[in-house]
């Protein structure tokens, strides 16, 4: 069997996958492009793009379309600022899109993420809802929190946690909350020592399999990818670009 044949099975991609093409010189766009998808068929990869004077920033729109439909089978539209950072809205899906296996939101997220790497970004920060936490975390979105209120909300549900793979975080818990209510101020340590923990408990539950579901985050919070934690997850990035069709490597 030749090479290309094999990897075609493997990936369930077409043997000659796609090249992304890029415009603009500040900031580096995807051109359009035409992707062939096994379930959905022929997908067009559209791009919109202005500069926002006032904020000194490109906004960008990334969309799903496909023939018949009158709107976006998804989009998401991102902030790139002077810096490179860029700030991710929430990744849209036409209802009957989701949770089919259809994996257009990793199709979303793979774009932003091939967004961000070429344009040398150091930070692609979000604002997740609660039910999409895990979502992100899979695609190795970091907790962001910044805000006390926001650390109480997420401490609470773990304190309550009974599976017996996750105990010591309900314990640990318990001593981040024993230290909020004894604590006149907090700091950048402190932040920084709480995203951890619940980065850290958001991957256990994702390693083990774990039904979301029963181990909710009851907030919405900030979530970043760091260039680093790019770069570090890069062969993860590319193998998922390779299994969509699509030649990029990061």
């Not at 990744?91 to 199709?107: A, S």
């Not at 997740?128 to 695609?139: D, E």
């Not at 209120?149 to 314990?171: D, G, M, R």
């Amino acid at each position: 069997m030749k090479i290309n044949s094999f990897l075609s099975l493997i990936f369930n991609t077409p043997v000659h996958p796609v090249k992304m093409d890029w415009r603009g010189k500040q900031t580096k766009i995807q051109s359009p492009f035409t992707l062939y998808d096994n379930n959905l068929g022929k997908l067009k990869i559209k791009v919109k793009d202005r500069f926002i004077n006032e904020a000194r920033r490109d906004e960008i729109e990334i969309a799903i379309n496909k023939s018949g439909f009158s709107r976006p089978l998804a989009k998401e539209t991102l902030n790139i600022f002077e810096n490179k950072n860029i700030f991710g809205k929430n990744i849209e899906v036409q209802e009957k899109f989701r949770n089919k296996n259809l994996r257009l939101g990793e199709l979303m997220r793979l774009m932003s993420v091939a967004q961000m790497n070429e344009n040398k970004s150091p930070l692609m920060r979000i604002f997740s809802r609660n039910s999409a936490v895990y979502f992100h975390a899979k695609y190795k979105f970091q907790p962001d929190i910044d805000e006390y209120s926001t650390i109480n909300n997420v401490i609470n549900p773990i304190l309550l946690e009974k599976h017996p793979l996750l105990t010591e975080f309900a314990q640990e818990a318990q001593q981040y909350k024993d230290e909020i209510w004894t604590t006149d101020s907090f700091n950048d340590e402190w932040l920084d020592r709480v995203n951890d923990f619940l980065d850290r408990y958001i991957q256990k539950v994702i390693e083990y399999k774990l039904p979301v579901q029963q181990h909710p985050i009851n907030s919405y919070i900030n979530m970043k990818l760091t260039r680093e934690n790019l770069l570090k997850n890069r062969d993860f990035f590319n193998q998922l670009f390779t299994k969509h069709g699509i030649d990029y490597t990061i």
